[in-house]
């Protein structure tokens, strides 16, 4: 029987995704008071919704997002082996370009 993937599953994954592109792995800056939102554009994070879970990276400051892989929200292992794909794909494109 398959591991069960959990949110925890897809934040580690997800942290290590943002470490290997050399993104922000926060989402936002530190709030202080009197300095307006402002959100890491690049970063990597989990959203959850329809009781499933999706990619998303941060495209503005204001916390506008894309979905770069396309996939809507989905069961956990899906994005998880997703992600996993992705950073495959990633470390061949970086290795080649050496």
Same mark, same amino acid.
């Given at each position: 029987?398959?591991?069960?993937?959990?949110?925890?599953?897809?934040?580690?994954?997800?942290?290590?995704?943002?470490?290997?592109?050399?993104?922000?792995?926060?989402?936002?800056q530190p709030h202080k008071p009197g300095v307006p939102f402002?959100?890491?554009?690049?970063?990597y994070h989990i959203s959850q919704a329809y009781g499933g879970?999706? @990619?998303?990276?941060?495209?503005?400051?204001?916390?506008?997002?894309?979905?770069?892989?396309?996939?809507?929200?989905?069961? /956990?292992?899906? @994005?998880?082996? @997703?992600?996993? /794909?992705?950073?495959?794909?990633f470390d061949a494109a970086t290795s080649c370009a050496d």
């Amino acid at each position: 029987m398959a591991t069960r993937i959990t949110i925890k599953d897809l934040r580690a994954v997800c942290d290590r995704l943002n470490r290997t592109t050399g993104s922000p792995v926060e989402y936002a800056q530190p709030h202080k008071p009197g300095v307006p939102f402002c959100a890491n554009i690049g970063n990597y994070h989990i959203s959850q919704a329809y009781g499933g879970y999706c @990619l998303h990276r941060v495209s503005n400051t204001g916390g506008g997002v894309s979905t770069p892989l396309s996939s809507g929200h989905i069961p /956990a292992r899906e @994005l998880y082996n @997703l992600i996993h /794909a992705y950073l495959r794909g990633f470390d061949a494109a970086t290795s080649c370009a050496d």
